[in-house]
């Protein structure tokens, strides 16, 4: 899944933030960036450019999470709702029971919980902003 790259919209002016400066980490962000980028019920979209703190379990510090997506759309009825996506492996939503407690099961925990903590912080700030938090797998994307 590691792919990067610079994204063109053929749509710059729904992009909030510098639309010559949109870096994908994966094949899926890639796709979902050209989604929104096409998507005619898309008001505007950002990747990455807001911070919402969370405190880290591994740590006990405040550290600062960047959401993949932030996405406002218009519904059908002609309401709008603002969405923040999150793009993740199916396997890093879940936690697996292993047969021993490898070095990598134990990095696995370690960042499973790093991800609990960032997806309860986005969904108290959406709470707070009347916002939806979504995390989108590969199952979302038909792969």
């Not at 932030?70 to 199916?90: A, F, M």
Request: hydrophobic share 35%; glycine share 4%; aromatic share 12%.
């Amino acid at each position: 899944m590691t792919y990067r790259g610079k994204f063109v919209p053929k749509h710059p002016q729904k992009y909030r933030g510098n639309p010559h400066q949109i870096i994908y980490r994966s094949s899926w962000e890639q796709q979902v960036m050209r989604q929104l980028d096409l998507h005619p019920q898309v008001e505007w979209w950002a990747s990455e450019e807001l911070p919402i703190k969370y405190v880290s379990p591994v740590d006990h510090c405040v550290h600062r999470y960047f959401p993949d997506f932030i996405v406002k759309v218009k519904k059908q009825d002609g309401s709008n709702v603002t969405y923040i996506l999150e793009v993740k492996p199916l396997a890093q939503t879940t936690l697996r029971t292993p047969k021993r407690q490898t070095q990598k099961f134990l990095q696995e925990v370690k960042t499973y919980a790093v991800n609990q903590a960032k997806w309860q912080a986005a969904e108290e700030f959406c709470k707070d902003h009347g916002w939806e938090f979504k995390i989108i797998t590969e199952n979302d994307l038909g792969l």
